[in-house]
């Protein structure tokens, strides 16, 4: 992200505003310190700072004088020094004449304040400065609080829940939202479909909950209740495993190609079960022993249960040498990409899709589909469900077992794996 510079020790996030916003906005560029020495944490706290800014600068194309007086409110804010100082008030006399001048430079066109004489620039006026001395605050105001609430949730949950917020709030700025404009927000949206609908109101209804917990307002929350549109009926393929033919033409079509790296991450999946993720985050030192059985540690995973060890089989015993071997970043499966998620599959996934298709293999065929794969073949081969659960990470649906044993035996697993060929 091209926002965010280092000041220092720390992280701050940087906007620069355009020349011809400058007079509106009354300066020439945004900035936050995040209070971070970390890029990636920094990058996270930027989003919130950098879309609020850049949704002043659309505001001031299309309304320079909400736009100024949001400006005006935000530097006052930030301003929290001075009003330790302020014992009687002065700095309250300061800002109302700040603001009184701004409207009579941006509403009133340089005419003194006491002129005005119409029933339009009354309103306009006052307006203006119910925003600036923050009097009446925009919704839109909330949502860097209403995001540190939602910290725990997972990033990549946190930046589509941000979006659809941000998204909805674009035209709607000042007003709080009823039931009869979301019921007609609705009805104009219904081209998005009706789960793409149901997600945005999720998002909205989780940052009117926290909009109630603040005070901010008192009504039940106006996003929940309704009736959405049905979408066009669909096929959706259901994703499926490989079939043991597929997957012999899967690896005769990347042996063929010079890309080892998915090669070789095809081929742990084949003989692991393990999800693209969870391969691509295996480290050397996750290369273990335990109970006289050589096993690959997964201790980055999606769930409670993903976290496991995978006795090696004995096919790629040989291979994972090689990859801890050959490694030049303590990760096993060599991969450029990482996106802001930390995740290093990305690359290695659109790859994987490619290869598929140019086999034309159809979308209800994905890396996932490899996992399906080694499922079926402990199935097929009698592996009872509790060890096979243990191997592939899966929650165990008994309480006997999911709750109260301590897991199958290194020995187990390793027997099971071992009954798996292609």
Not at 11 to 39: C, H, Q, V
Request: proline share 3%; charged share 30%; net charge positive.
């Amino acid at each position: 992200m091209g926002f965010v510079v280092k000041r220092g020790e720390n992280y701050s996030a940087r906007l620069a505003i355009p020349k011809a916003l400058r007079p509106i906005l009354g300066r020439n560029e945004f900035k936050k310190s995040l209070g971070t020495t970390s890029r990636m944490e920094a990058e996270l706290l930027a989003a919130p700072h950098i879309l609020s800014w850049k949704k002043l600068i659309e505001e001031a194309k299309l309304d320079g004088a909400t736009a100024k007086a949001k400006a005006l409110r935000q530097a006052f804010l930030s301003d929290k020094g001075n009003d330790k100082l302020d014992e009687d008030g002065a700095m309250e006399v300061v800002r109302g004449i700040i603001i009184e001048e701004a409207i009579e430079k941006t509403i009133l066109g340089g005419r003194d304040i006491n002129s005005i004489d119409s029933k339009s620039e009354r309103a306009a006026a006052k307006a203006f400065y119910d925003i600036a001395s923050g009097q009446v605050v925009t919704l839109d105001d909330y949502v860097d609080g209403w995001l540190a609430s939602i910290s725990h949730l997972k990033p990549r949950t946190i930046n589509q829940m941000q979006r659809d917020v941000v998204s909805f709030h674009k035209e709607e700025t000042s007003h709080i939202p009823t039931r009869e404009t979301i019921a007609a927000w609705i009805r104009a949206s219904k081209s998005s479909g009706a789960k793409s609908i149901k997600r945005k109101l999720g998002s909205l209804g989780s940052f009117w909950e926290y909009l109630l917990v603040e005070g901010v307002v008192t009504d039940l929350s106006p996003f929940s209740g309704h009736k959405l549109p049905r979408d066009i009926a669909k096929t959706k393929p259901t994703r499926r495993a490989f079939s043991n033919d597929e997957c012999l033409a899967l690896m005769a079509k990347v042996s063929l190609s010079n890309d080892t790296a998915l090669a070789d991450l095809i081929t742990l999946g084949l003989y692991t079960g393990a999800r693209i993720e969870e391969l691509c985050r295996l480290k050397v030192d996750d290369i273990i022993t335990e109970d006289n059985h050589r096993a690959l540690r997964i201790d980055k995973s999606k769930t409670q249960a993903g976290t496991r060890t995978v006795p090696l089989h004995p096919a790629i015993t040989v291979l994972v040498d090689r990859l801890a071997a050959d490694s030049k970043d303590v990760y096993l499966v060599f991969s450029k990409s990482k996106n802001q998620y930390d995740e290093r599959s990305t690359g290695l996934s659109r790859r994987f899709g490619r290869l598929k298709s140019s086999l034309d293999y159809g979308p209800e065929l994905v890396f996932h589909s490899l996992r399906k794969t080694v499922t079926t073949k402990l199935e097929q081969a009698g592996v009872p469900e509790g060890i096979a659960a243990d191997i592939l990470g899966h929650e165990k649906q008994t309480i006997t077992y999911g709750l109260y044993s301590g897991g199958t035996s290194m020995a187990q697993k390793m027997e099971a794996i071992s009954k798996i060929n292609y």
